[in-house]
């Protein structure tokens, strides 16, 4: 907040100024004794103290899409761009509750979400075994090398194909495509994290005598934990992009499904509502991931992600 | 209380090979008796071998000339009987502070009330109680040496090893620590040896001090320190042993400066 000292004048106490940065009521208290009345004369009304609106991080965000939202509002009122192709928000919202409440909304909501949840849950699990054991024999890091190296390339989407032809338009080929694109990033970054682990805490496990097992629990997965959690984010964030693409190439239910549907049908009202769904989920993963990588990595000093 | 240990170094010798290099003599016929429950510190300058000893002696490092034993027993690899603490604390970053000094009692074959009650003195022994749940990063450079020291003494070793622990604190948190490391050594009664290059910290806590000097790694004077404690460093006995020990360090590069011209 760095905004916060500067609204107080240079004479208040150091201390009182330091913690009213930090926390909103106690800036309130010295912003009211010790502002001007020029200052608390035009918030008095206010039950938040002055610049209010400059304390918020968290409102900062919010201008942006609120400028998008005035501005797509005025494109389609004043027929910038056709209906057809750009409906009012208004008219997106009474889509999105026509869907919700006739169609099947909530249903294709769900197998998109239980699509990614298990793709994420089987693909991260893979790949952090399979990172560990890489990570700590250079004989499996070996093994699996080659192969890892060629099929990582292939993209998700040009094994979707085959993979329906074998298992079928249903989830599981797309559980398992996008399995794929979350393994790589997640397998290869628990492999690196094992290998940077300081030297100096593999000795420390050796002054302590604590056996592989205790030395791999104790030292190594804590000290690879950091890159594991970041690479879980990004692979968190793709499969939900993916999921998407997959169920736009194949399948009959999804968001993914609903948003080629509408194209087809030229509803872009629905098409609309699929996207901004995608993308408030798509925030919502990543926000939680960062707050489980803040949770699990607490002991990190100054970690902010 | 474990005894403490008796550690005798017997005409160790290492040598480093790599390839198109002139052979290293890290150590060339080191012999050292610790007797039980004494404070040997060993000074010299960088080079000299003294922490490469340390390492043989814990047992990270066996690729050695000689004999080590303790208690009449060579020693083979490392052992819950012999603790370390290092220059840096190297704390776990993850681990809390009680975390940590649990950590090198994993295998110490204790009930878990007992591993409670050892962290628990000697957290109260390096005076961190309080602090018991802090992370590293939450702790001064001088507490986190102070929770080294704490976790090298948790599992009762029988001799302790300190690698230069107070080397990268300020000079006042030094002088306080050196005070406390005294303390805990008479408390604990148990065998420690230190490496430093500090001369004043050698006298101020040792029974004895070994002066080493490099190339090869040998010990070049061997000096008892009767003073009693606690010492006081304008002590005139005190300077006397500075003046000597410096020498005795002094002496050696002098003559290797001359070697090399």
Known sequence: ?305 | MAAPGHLRIRDVSKTYASPGRPLVHVLSHVRIDVEPGAFVTIVGPSGCGKSTLLRLIIGLDDDYRGEIELNDRRIVGTALSRGIVFQDHRLLPWLTLEQNIGLSLENSGWSRAEKAQAVRQHIALVGLSGFEKAYPHELSGGMAQRAAIARGLANRPEILLLDEPLGALDALTRVHLQAELQRIWEVEGITMILVTHDVEEAIFLSNRVVVMAANPGRIVETVDIDLAFPRERADERFVALKRRILAAMGEDSGRRITRAA
């Open chain 1, 1 to 305: 907040m760095p905004f916060a000292g500067r609204l107080l004048p240079p004479a208040s106490d150091p201390i009182e100024t330091s913690r009213g940065a930090g926390t909103g009521s106690i800036m309130a208290n010295s912003s009211d004794t010790l502002e001007g009345a020029a200052v608390a004369a035009g918030t008095t009304d206010l039950p938040e103290p002055p610049g209010w609106w400059l304390r918020g991080p968290n409102l900062t965000g919010f201008i942006l899409p609120f400028a998008i939202l005035v501005l797509w509002e005025l494109a389609a009122r004043n027929k910038w761009i056709d209906p057809v192709f750009l409906p009012e928000p208004a008219k997106v919202v009474t889509a999105f509750w026509t869907m919700l409440t006739k169609q099947r909304l909530a249903f294709d909501f769900l197998a998109s979400i239980s699509i990614v949840g298990q793709a994420f849950l089987y693909g991260s699990v893979a790949a952090i075994v399979l990172g560990i054991a890489a990570g700590l024999s250079r004989r499996v890091e070996q093994f699996f090398g080659p192969t890892f190296d060629t099929v990582r390339h292939i993209p998700g989407i040009a094994w979707l194909p085959l993979i329906v032809l074998w298992l079928g338009i249903g989830a599981p080929a797309k559980i398992l495509v996008i399995a794929k694109s979350v393994f790589f990033p997640v397998f290869l970054n628990t492999l690196q994290g094992i290998r940077n682990v300081e030297k100096n805490y593999i000795e420390l496990a050796d002054v302590f005598t604590l056996t592989r097992w205790q030395l791999v629990r104790k030292v190594i997965l804590p000290a690879a934990m950091p890159s594991i959690m970041v690479s879980l984010r990004y692979a968190a964030g793709l499969a939900w992009a993916l999921v998407v693409v997959a169920e736009g190439l194949s399948g009959l239910e999804g968001l993914g499904f609903l948003i080629f549907r509408a194209q087809g049908l030229l509803l872009t009202d629905q098409l609309l509502v699929c996207m901004v769904i995608i993308g408030l989920v798509g925030f919502a993963i990543d926000r939680s991931m960062f707050l489980a990588q803040k949770r699990v990595l607490k002991w990190k000093q100054g970690y902010e992600g």
